[in-house]
């Protein structure tokens, strides 16, 4: 069975309703259909309107029924000839007396109730299907009228579907050689028995209710546009169609003021599994909307653009399907209204959207601003993006990605698959087209490993991963040869500085007659963090503040690691290597922060140690606030013709004074001092640490 609803323009005119009926009669081919059909256009309007100049005693009314039924008998006199336009002409002039007479009673009755004057309302689809049915019987088709007033029920409030399905399920089983039914829609019966409507678009509810109630194969709602779109096309002639859609996404856009589709048909579709499909009458090749279970995404996709009133204001609705990051889609949409000039009143989500208030005066523009920035970006290069490691960083960029991050830039970012599964650098390899992008957001000692293969399949890599840089300087060099050879760009900017630009300006000028003197560089977050929260007996102990580093996840497992220089040797490593000195673990001096002993114990015995050296860490502390100085821990290599690379590389604490930019640094700060022979010293300070400032540098190591 086939559920096919068409609105009011698609029977306008007897032209259109040809259309119809040859839509109609190939889906007949090959399976049963019922038709559901509105009124034809305007009728509604017409009749809505000649109820409310009854009940005030205007007989003008009866002059917009004559015109009325003038209009449906063109359509006749177009479709039927001879005998058969005579009994069609008969049959509406009988349904039109009923109406006359219905509005001639309530001509002057000031008491008319409301469900007199809905009652009024329901003759325009009985006129409309009465002139579908009679032409597929003139045609040889075998076709059955039904009569939706006996079949769809309500309480009053609600359609009441046990009932209703049942109704309809009888009415179609008890035509077993009827090829074609033809029901009217919108209309319905309450539980007094009086004539009553399903609400202004209430067709395709009627065919939501048919197709639930006959377990139809497909719900088919033809009108005269391409299916649901971005926007109204009205407002903004770029709206383009949408393909697809699940069934919250179209209902959210239904309820939030999209007209295409009336809210309440995806309940009954949902509740039975049966897939909508909207398409234009005047263009029955086009694929149209398909409304349809989805299943679970993992991926934010946006879907259009609705606006509805609310009070002075209008409410502008930004709909996706799939997980939206609040955050994120709001700072995007208020960004895009300001650079339109216009301000947003107010903001709020919920499940499938995020809703912006506006003025009404700049509701237009303000359509047209969001449909712009989420919609109308040129098409953007694509980039087939592989993570591995989904952790903080990696689900910070999977959110980044979904919320359309990278779009500005020209670029639409695709993640293909994000993964922390060891097998998974092995399966890009095998199948990730040439050209994409695998991401590295691990801790992997040995994922570089993988690397080289990688380039050689054709495959850009990202990384932040900065054990990958702090290897053996001729795996360092194989990689870099590697990228070079494949045409293939190997970016690593995250692993000192996360989105500062510090291996940018290093490498930017390396190949410049402008010899390197030095590079200082405090880059250990973590100690950072500690130190520079540590004032003495101000404050908890450094044991104290150490651990609760850890417990946030500020430290590797074991913190001793970075106590002892590990992490600020690997970026150390990286800087000088970006800087073009083949620095080598051993060729850098490291003075851990703490004596051997501290290193070389059970990490319990370590933070007791650590507690019993308090007094020490105040006396030192109270000694450098009188000298006005403070302790930093310090990465550098500085020219030194001695040295086996050119430079001498060294990470230790150092005293500095109020005249160094180490000085002045806090939290997860870096500051980095770059000191070249014919330039100015270049100081980069920033936020180092965080899994939302790397992820973001990740995307701009992906889209530049």
Partial sequence: MKVLKFGGSSVASATNISRVLDIVEAASNDDKVILISSAISGCTDTLIESGRLASLGDSSCLSLLEALCGRHDAIVKRLFTGDERKAVLEELHTVFDELNALVTSILGDKSISDARKQEIQTYGEILSTKILAAKFLAEG????????????RTDGIKVEETITYTNIRKAVESEPGTVIFVAPG?????????????????????AALFAAATSADSLQIWTDVPGIMTTNPKTVSAARTIPQMSYESAL?????GAKVLYAPTVAPAMASGIAINIKN????????????NLGKRKICEWMGVSNFSSGEDECICLVADGPIDVDLSLKR??????????????????????????????????????HREFFEFAKPSAVDVYVAGHGSVGRSLERFIAAGTGTRAGKEIRLCSISSDRQFVDRVIAEAPRRSVFVDCTNSEDIYRKYVSLLNAGINIVSSNRRSFAVPYVEYAAMKQAALRNGCFLRYNTTVGTALPILESISGSSGYNDDLISIEAVVSCTLNHIITGYDGANTDSFAKLLQKAQIAGLTEQDPRTDLEGKD???????????????????DVEVTPMLPEEFFNCSLEDFYSMLEASEPDFIKREAELDALDKRQRFVASIRRDAKSRTGYKAEIKMQLVGTDNPFYWISGTENVIVIKKEFSAPLVIK????????????????IIR
């Fill in 186 to 206: 919108f209309i319905a019966r309450d539980s007094q028995g009086c004539p009553t409507t399903l609400g202004r678009g209430g067709s395709d509810y009627s």
């Fill in 281 to 292: 009458t005047f263009d029955p090749a086009n694929p149209g909307t398909t409304i349809e």
């Fill in 252 to 256: 959210c856009m239904a309820e939030h």
């Fill in 568 to 586: 600020a040797l690997r970026k150390l490593l990286i800087l000088a290597r970006e800087a073009g000195v083949p620095l080598e673990a051993e």
């Fill in 333 to 370: 949409a208020v960004t895009a209204l300001k650079d339109a000039g216009i301000v947003a009143i107010d903001t709020c989500s919920e499940n499938h959207c995020i809703i912006l208030k506006v003025r009404k005066a700049v509701e237009k523009q303000a359509c047209a601003a969001l």
């Fill in 141 to 152: 088709c075998k076709v059955k009228w039904l009569d939706s007033r006996d079949l769809v």
């Fill in 686 to 701: 920033g936020a180092g640490e965080g899994a939302r400032e790397a992820a973001t540098g990740v995307i701009n190591d």
